[in-house]
Nanobody, 124 residues
Framework: HVQLVESGGGSVQAGGSLRLSCAAPGNTVSRHCMGWFRQSPNKEREPVAGISFAGSKIYYADSVKGRFTISQDNAKNTLYLQMDSLVPEDTGVYYC???????????????????WGQGTQVTV
């Protein structure tokens, strides 16, 4: 079992920025595919960004390209999501997730990720 803990959510005005963090045990971040998903009220949980094993590939949903940046710090076992130019449609609960591996066709599928954090609320 992999325990993931998100932090960094909050309320921000449109156009503002937030940085989310996801703390993971051991070398989870460097040895797994990591993803960020979000869920708004009455909507399905949707993919936001993903980063493959050892950070070799990065993926973004079209809605956040150019505004969000996913990154990882292996020394700190932490995954990040830098969110800039936020808009009200970015409001939701943001979750980080871990999977054994991912590729361009799989990173966005929730079912590929067996491990999830508890989520952090972002309100724009």
């Amino acid at each position: 079992h992999v325990q993931l803990v998100e932090s960094g959510g909050g309320s921000v005005q449109a156009g503002g920025s937030l940085r989310l963090s996801c703390a993971a045990p051991g070398n989870t971040v460097s040895r797994h595919c990591m993803g960020w998903f979000r869920q708004s009220p009455n909507k399905e949980r949707e993919p936001v960004a993903g980063i493959s094993f050892a950070g070799s590939k990065i993926y973004y949903a079209d809605s956040v390209k150019g505004r969000f940046t996913i990154s990882q710090d292996n020394a700190k076992n932490t995954l990040y999501l830098q969110m800039d130019s936020l808009v009200p449609e970015d409001t939701g609960v943001y979750y980080c997730a871990a999977a054994a591996y991912c590729y361009s066709g799989s990173w966005s599928r929730k079912r590929e990720y067996p491990f999830w954090g508890q989520g952090t609320q972002v309100t724009v």
